[in-house]
């Protein structure tokens, strides 16, 4: 018990050290909190979409952009990472009396307070845009518990891939590997207007499952249902992968 309670407040600590990185560094937030809404006015507006769409485009869209951003934005997460690394502040966290994985779980709790207040600041974007669901108090959360296990997952695949990658310039180059992975899914456009080999890939898409179960929560017209277990299963199975990957490689790093 005693260990479990060092545990969380070296964890508290390192969230705090991030939480101040915000006001040094306040246009990476911005840039963070902005892009996904710039993304829904393109898609919603400018360029168009929703191939095979019946009925209202932003309610279809809206669950899928909302998913995206789970899955974007990591790059602000990995860099600090790999900073630290190079910089030698890992060193000095690690000489010092403190849980293994307590700076990597500070790290992740800044980034989930941070999706929170992304997730608030789209969703009132859509809903200044004429968006509205009928969804109740426990729907509505359990959509928003959805995205943000979502994010938790793709951000422990972030984590351990930057101390894979070791450099900040390194980040970009793995960055990329997120937009295929985003796009390739059914954010825009439903699967039956896809080919059909591209339509197996999009169905397949953890981030697929997690829009489409929310969009089953929000009730939007003519969503599937079914979608919960698989929104619930891949991130956990993510986790179970990538976070005992990047605490293991994390503990190693001054060995």
Known sequence: MTSTVYALTDSWTMTRRELARWGRQPAAVVVNLVFPVMLL????????????????????LLP?????????GLEGTMIAV????????????????????????????ADMLQS???????????????????????????????????????????IHLALVAGRPEMVQAVQILVWPFGFLSTVFAVPESM???????????????????????????????????????????????FFPLAVRRFARLSR
């Not at 507006?45 to 209202?56: A, F, K, M, Q, T």
């Open 64 to 72: 899928g952009m909302l998913a995206l951003s789970m899955a974007f």
């Open 82 to 109: 790999t900073q630290d690394m190079n910089k030698g502040v890992v060193d000095r966290f690690r000489s010092m009396p403190m849980a293994d994985g307590a700076v990597l779980v500070g790290r992740s709790a």
């Open 195 to 241: 080919p059909g080999w591209l339509a197996t890939v999009a169905r397949w898409n953890p981030i697929s499952h997690t829009a489409a179960a929310v969009r089953d929560l929000f009730g939007v017209p003519g969503a599937e249902s079914g979608h919960a277990g698989a929104a619930v299963l891949w991130p956990l199975a993510l986790l179970a992968v």
């Open 41 to 60: 006015l393109m898609f919603g507006y400018l360029i168009g979409g929703g191939r095979g769409v019946s009925g209202d485009y932003l309610g279809y």
């Open 116 to 158: 929170v207040l992304g997730l608030v600041v789209l969703l009132g974007v859509a809903a200044a845009l004429g968006w509205r669901t009928d969804a109740g108090p426990g729907a509505f959360l359990g959509a928003l518990g959805l995205l943000l296990l979502l994010r938790f997952a793709m951000l422990w695949v972030g």
